[in-house]
């Protein structure tokens, strides 16, 4: 594999130059248009490495480039530049990958890798609208919302599916058992589930189509002499989301340690109040909900091993020896650090009964206000109910352990083939990017097939499947944590293109003066990013029937767009 690995660029030029060697396309001229001395002479070029004139003309990309004015000529050039983009997108990507190891989250993960993962589509975008005259550029630009559309709708309906599919678990008391598939393709048993981060990358995502709205408000309210303004206006809208939602990714890790360590602060608490119910000889709570505290002496007096008065830092480790904390992977250590900060209110080190009754006396006070304030007379069912759901909340919030990054054995040569990979890929998008979108057009108007719909179904192809194909393995681990790593990446991605894509998009159309019409377009991300948005934010389990409705919206969006412009004309 490294063998293929090492010589596959090579492999990738050589395999372009024999297939340019087939197009259909444009050589220079024989006879010089411009002056002639009366005599034609023969070429020196040799046949069989010469592109034959078409019929119709057409523009070389960069003067050398090959084109060709055939559908089939451009599908196949559609193909090949798509590869190379293809490259592009998993060269940055393992070379994101490479410097993420060495470097670790924070700055990297949260500000360049969701950037550079974003980039070739920037790059398609960029180029559709910086193409020649603004007549061109108006008519190439369509390419470059097919691909921001294309991309957006394909992520979270296509891609989500097949990761709901291939990460499915079997599904008990609303969570997805790690590593547990025997109901088959059981539309309401089986599924995956993720943690709430994921839920909020979902609603991020859904508020990330704000600049949409506000560059459509124009087209709402049937106005033409605002529609300047509103691009301007939602450019800039954009640009602060970008900077906000990098913010947030570089800050989240802190705010992600910081919930955790609070729910385990919370699981300490239910796992002590359990393992105190179950030795107590008697309720821990009278009716009216405080302490019961003859009870609670008799267990006073049953951990305090050396009848001091006092427990001390030793007894109140042998009382947490006997809760099973591991399922949360907290040692004994943390555990007894909340205990004592939450009991030692004269700060000596020590626990007296008037602080063990206050103690437990708010901590069942805590477990009574988890269910609303109600409280059952007859049991203490409320405290299995509280540390069920102190459980489960540590489940979705996933655990850090697994996330440490074990040390590079060579960070020098590591961070030597990041860069070369980050700047091969970046080499490769910005080159072949306007090749690509040239051909695209080109194929358009031989095929009179409309652009977006090409670049809204070819060119995500080519620009995130590294990316899909990646998420794809990753939800194959059947876990809640790669469940939950993996549609936070797609809402992530969708996030970018709705911030980065979209801010390069408005820019060049605030620049250039281009014409803003694209309400059908932004109608179909307004309708994908927020149903799967909302779907996001209500639940964190996803039975197999959702991977259904998310395969629906992909030809409901084609569907849609075609509706609106060729029968209503919105277009």
């Given at each position: ?204 995502m859904a508020i990330s189509v704000i600049p949409f709205v506000i560059v ?356």
């Open positions: 594999m490294r063998r293929q690995a090492k010589f596959r660029p090579l492999l990738t030029a050589v395999f372009f130059l024999i297939l340019c060697g087939l197009t259909y396309g444009r050589f220079i001229s024989d006879q010089p248009d411009l002056f002639s001395d009366g005599v034609v002479r023969e070429s020196k070029v040799p046949n069989f490495l010469r592109l034959h004139a078409a019929e119709e003309t057409c523009e070389q990309t960069y003067g050398f480039m090959p084109c060709t004015s055939t559908g089939l000529g451009n599908l196949f050039l559609i193909l090949v530049y798509g590869y190379l983009m293809f490259l592009a997108a998993t060269y940055l990507s393992t070379g994101s990958e490479l410097l993420l190891e060495i470097l670790g989250p924070g700055i990297v993960g949260g500000l360049f890798l969701p950037i550079l993962g974003a980039l070739p589509d920037a790059m398609l975008i960029l180029v559709s609208g910086l193409s020649g005259s603004v007549e061109t550029a108006q008519s190439q630009v369509s390419v470059g919302m097919g691909l921001l559309a294309g991309s957006t709708v394909m992520l979270i309906t296509v891609i989500w599916g097949t990761c709901i599919i291939v990460g499915k678990c079997d599904i008990e008391n609303n969570l997805a058992v790690d590593s547990r598939d025997t109901k088959g393709l059981s539309l309401t048993g089986s599924g995956i589930t993720t943690d709430v981060w994921t839920s909020y990358a979902g609603i991020i459509q408000l124009p087209q709402i309210l049937h106005s033409d002499s605002g529609r300047h303004l509103s691009v301007l206006i939602a450019l800039i809208v954009s640009v602060t989301s970008l900077i906000s939602y990098c913010l947030y990714q570089v800050f989240q890790p802190v705010v992600q340690r910081r919930r955790l360590a609070y729910v385990k602060h919370k699981h300490v608490i239910s796992g002590v109040l359990t393992h105190l119910k179950k030795h107590a000889l008697g309720r821990l709570s009278k009716d009216d909900g405080t302490p019961n505290e003859e009870v609670l002496t008799k267990l006073f007096k049953t951990i305090d091993a050396d009848d001091d008065g006092f427990l001390s830092q030793a007894e109140l480790r042998a009382l947490i020896a006997g809760i099973k904390f591991n399922e949360i992977n907290m040692d004994e250590d943390d555990a007894l650090a909340k205990v004592i900060r939450d009991f030692d209110t004269s700060l000596d080190s020590q626990v007296d009964l008037n602080e063990f009754i206050l103690g437990i006396g708010k901590w069942l006070a805590e477990a009574q206000g988890a269910r609303g304030g109600s409280n059952n007379a007859d049991s203490m069912k409320y405290i299995d109910d509280y540390h069920k759901q102190t459980k489960r909340e540590h489940e979705l919030l996933g655990e850090q352990s697994d996330e440490i990054v074990e040390g590079v054995e060579n960070p020098r040569s590591t961070s030597i083939k990041a860069g070369l990979l980050l700047l091969l890929g970046t080499v490769i998008a910005a080159a072949f990017a306007d090749p690509l979108v040239d051909a695209v057009d080109n194929f358009s108007a031989a095929t009179s097939i409309p652009t977006f719909f090409i670049s809204f179904i070819a060119l995500p192809l080519a620009t995130n499947s590294s990316e899909a194909v990646s998420a794809i393995i990753f939800a194959s681990r059947k876990k809640i944590r790669s469940a939950s790593l993996t549609f936070s990446e797609l809402y992530g991605a969708v996030t970018m293109n709705n911030a980065l894509c979209l801010s390069v998009f408005l820019g060049l159309v605030y620049a250039r003066g281009l014409t803003w019409d694209f309400s059908s377009e932004v109608l179909v991300i307004l309708i994908v990013c927020i149903v799967m948005g909302v779907f996001a934010s209500v639940r964190t389990t996803f039975p197999l029937w959702t991977a259904i409705l998310a395969f629906l919206l992909y030809p409901f969006s084609l569907a849609l767009v075609y509706v609106l412009d060729y029968v209503f004309g919105w277009s």
